[in-house]
């Protein structure tokens, strides 16, 4: 079978639907290509204790404006996230309970903590938006991993192990495996420490009704026929005439392609001719973050009447995070992240012993009702074949040496997706924008 248009877009998640949406409203046509049986990319829905519930990403932030404006024109509402009471965060076997926005922790980790926090403040500040490679320590700071910077600046073990658990809980890596530069240029993308880990008025601020996922399968329902499932590409040819893509639905003919796709799918894709090499260098280099989502549903927030906010950080445990997610009706759900290394080991369990690990840890926290749910499920984004995982990150050397090539056309073909974002990346905020950019950058291109 084949298809013509203007503009072929690889991938039906949030970026590529978004770039789509963009160019048709220009009057160009387009196709949108998608490898699995559904849209939505790193946004997906599962159904649990009768609840739709989101297994991919989910939060709002409160100055996610593209996503919040998307949302509205759509008519979707947000709902609060829940962070009322005791939060709990254990840290090498020890567990404390606190209200508020300080952790209980001995007196000198607390001050390494508020120290740390200013460091990070005002090396982000020198890392330029646009091209983080480029600022004035960039190659020193790329050059070592955050697990050596923290090694070289914090003394306390209580101070470390939390500044291990914000890689990991924002992006599903391990501190050993990122260069400080990239951690510079997310936080930075986040708009700092506080804002990351902020629930009201910060990027944990809310959720939507009816589930993230509705957005992207929203979209897609406006695109209709444009949007083609069950087609992974496999191979992109191009010219100076336009590209050609080999699908497993037949090969699709246009003159400039968008690829939205996460940088590990990409690198199994054949270009002819083959990409540059610093392109094709850096999707080789760019490890995804390692997360099994779960959703554990009970008749009652139960931990409510406890007390409990129902928030949950941790660095030894199989669970990394543990939030609420509970609405004004139907069951109440516990969300539970199981990140980077925990992730790698969990992957391998069977899903039953996966659920009897994910219960005994809510249990630890929550008590023996913890252990009696009415509904489970858990994603395991690793497994996931057109995803590998959560999002892109850069070990130590990539960035100086292959992050030019992030967003810069190759030939006729553009690229977008959250990694390629200036603000946000790692969000779906970040996708969004990533997407109107790459559209706005063919668009500029039409008449070639």
Same mark, same amino acid.
């Given at each position: 079978?084949?298809?013509?248009?203007?503009?072929?877009?690889? &991938?039906?998640?949030?970026?590529?639907?978004?770039?789509?949406?963009?160019?048709?409203?220009?009057?160009?046509?387009?196709?949108?290509?998608?490898?699995?049986?559904?849209?939505?990319?790193?946004?997906?829905?599962?159904?649990?204790?009768g609840?739709?519930?989101?297994?991919?990403g989910?939060?709002?932030?409160?100055?996610?404006?593209?996503?919040?404006?998307?949302?509205?024109?759509? &008519?979707?509402?947000?709902?609060?996230?829940?962070?009322?009471?005791? +939060?709990?965060?254990?840290? /090498?076997?020890?567990?404390?309970?606190?209200?508020?926005?300080?952790?209980?922790?001995?007196?000198?980790?607390?001050?390494?903590?508020?120290?740390?926090?200013?460091?990070?403040?005002?090396?982000?500040?020198?890392?330029?938006?646009?091209?983080?490679?480029?600022?004035?320590?960039?190659?020193?700071?790329?050059?070592?991993?955050?697990?050596?910077?923290i090694?070289?600046?914090?003394?306390?073990?209580?101070?470390?192990?939390?500044?291990?658990?914000?890689?990991?809980?924002? =992006?599903?890596?391990?501190?050993?495996?990122?260069?400080?530069?990239?951690?510079?240029?997310?936080?930075?993308q986040?708009?700092?420490?506080?804002?990351?880990?902020?629930?009201?008025?910060?990027?944990?601020?809310?959720?939507?009704?009816?589930?993230?996922? $509705?957005?992207?399968r929203?979209?897609?329902?406006?695109?209709?026929?444009?949007?083609?499932?069950s087609?992974?590409?496999?191979?992109?040819?191009?010219?100076?005439?336009?590209?050609?893509?080999?699908?497993?639905?037949?090969?699709?003919?246009?003159?400039?392609?968008?690829?939205a796709?996460?940088?590990?799918?990409?690198?199994?894709? /054949?270009?002819?001719?083959?990409?540059?090499?610093?392109?094709? &260098?850096?999707?080789?280099?760019?490890?995804?973050?390692?997360?099994?989502?779960?959703?554990?549903?009970?008749? +009652?927030?139960?931990?409510?009447?406890?007390?409990?906010?129902?928030?949950v950080?941790?660095?030894?445990?199989?669970?990394?995070?543990?939030?609420?997610?509970? $609405?004004?009706?139907?069951?109440?759900?516990?969300?539970?992240?199981?990140?980077?290394?925990?992730?790698?080991?969990?992957?391998?369990?069977?899903?039953?012993?996966?659920?009897?690990?994910?219960?005994?840890?809510?249990?630890?926290?929550?008590g023996?009702?913890a252990?009696?749910?009415?509904?489970?499920?858990?994603?395991?984004? +690793?497994?996931?074949? =057109?995803?590998?995982?959560?999002?892109?990150?850069?070990?130590? &050397?990539?960035?100086?040496?292959?992050?030019?090539?992030?967003?810069?056309?190759?030939?006729?073909?553009?690229?977008?997706?959250?990694?390629?974002?200036?603000?946000w990346?790692?969000?779906?905020?970040?996708?969004m924008?990533?997407?109107?950019?790459?559209?706005?950058?063919?668009?500029?291109?039409?008449? $070639?």
């Open positions: 079978m084949q298809h013509k248009a203007e503009v072929a877009i690889v &991938g039906a998640g949030i970026a590529g639907l978004k770039a789509a949406a963009s160019l048709v409203d220009l009057g160009c046509s387009v196709v949108v290509l998608e490898a699995n049986d559904r849209v939505g990319g790193r946004l997906k829905a599962s159904e649990v204790a609840r739709v519930v989101d297994v991919g989910q939060w709002v932030g409160a100055r996610h404006t593209v996503l919040l404006e998307e949302a509205r024109r759509l &008519g979707i509402d947000t709902y609060p996230q829940f962070a009322k009471g005791r +939060t709990q965060l254990q840290l /090498q076997g020890r567990l404390t309970r606190f209200t508020g926005d300080v952790p209980r922790m001995p007196l000198l980790a607390l001050l390494e903590v508020a120290r740390l926090q200013r460091l990070w403040a005002r090396d982000m500040a020198t890392v330029p938006a646009a091209a983080p490679w480029t600022a004035r320590n960039a190659r020193e700071w790329d050059a070592m991993s955050l697990e050596s910077w090694l070289d600046h914090l003394h306390t073990a209580g101070a470390r192990a939390f500044a291990r658990i914000v890689p990991r809980g924002a =992006w599903a890596a391990e501190a050993a495996q990122v260069s400080y530069l990239w951690f510079l240029d997310a936080l930075r986040c708009e700092g420490f506080g804002y990351l880990m902020a629930v009201e008025g910060g990027m944990l601020d809310a959720k939507f009704m009816g589930g993230m996922h $509705q957005i992207a929203r979209l897609a329902e406006e695109l209709g026929d444009r949007v083609m499932l087609a992974p590409v496999r191979r992109i040819r191009q010219d100076n005439a336009g590209v050609v893509l080999a699908t497993d639905q037949g090969e699709v003919e246009a003159r400039f392609a968008i690829i796709a996460p940088p590990g799918p990409i690198a199994s894709i /054949q270009f002819e001719p083959h990409l540059p090499a610093l392109r094709d &260098g850096l999707q080789q280099r760019m490890p995804m973050g390692l997360i099994i989502k779960a959703a554990v549903a009970y008749p +009652t927030p139960f931990w409510r009447v406890a007390g409990f906010s129902g928030q950080a941790t660095d030894d445990d199989v669970l990394g995070i543990v939030m609420d997610d509970t $609405q004004d009706t139907g069951p109440a759900i516990l969300l539970c992240f199981i990140e980077g290394e925990e992730a790698l080991a969990m992957s391998a369990a069977v899903p039953a012993e996966r659920r009897r690990r994910v219960l005994a840890s809510l249990v630890r926290f929550f023996p009702e252990a009696e749910p009415i509904g489970y499920d858990d994603n395991d984004w +690793t497994r996931e074949p =057109w995803t590998h995982g959560y999002v892109g990150a850069m070990p130590p &050397g990539v960035m100086t040496r292959f992050g030019a090539a992030l967003r810069e056309p190759c030939g006729r073909i553009h690229w977008a997706g959250t990694e390629t974002a200036t603000e990346a790692g969000c779906i905020e970040g996708a924008r990533s997407g109107l950019r790459a559209a706005e950058e063919v668009a500029r291109r039409r008449n $070639q």
